[in-house]
């Protein structure tokens, strides 16, 4: 009888708030909580496995990034840049000074 009067309360009308109702919510705040983070994982899990496959990808094509020196030589050969400069920035790039050269 004590725990009636409890549970729905002292004029008999049920209130959900005044009993063990509390812990439930807490549970579906926490159960919520959880499915967003799990979401927010799997998200950026997959975006790193398709970024990761993209540059496997790329390799397999032979593609590479060019280095400097492969930009430079390709400048000189279109005639962007003349000899003195390609010779100038070619010992830069060896780490020599262009001017004893």
């Not at 919520?32 to 997959?46: D, E, K, N």
């Amino acid at each position: 009888m004590r725990y009636q009067m409890w549970r729905d309360g002292w004029d008999g009308s049920q209130d959900h708030m005044s009993g063990g109702d509390w812990w439930l919510m807490g549970f579906m705040m926490l159960f919520w909580v959880a499915v967003l983070v799990l979401l927010v994982w799997a998200v950026i899990r997959v975006s790193r496995a398709i970024e990761s496959r993209q540059s496997a990808v790329g390799a397999v094509r032979g593609e590479h990034r060019e280095t400097a020196r492969e930009l430079l030589d390709r400048r000189f050969a279109a005639g962007d840049i003349d000899s003195a400069t390609y010779r100038d920035m070619r010992a830069r790039l060896e780490g020599g000074d262009p001017d004893t050269r």
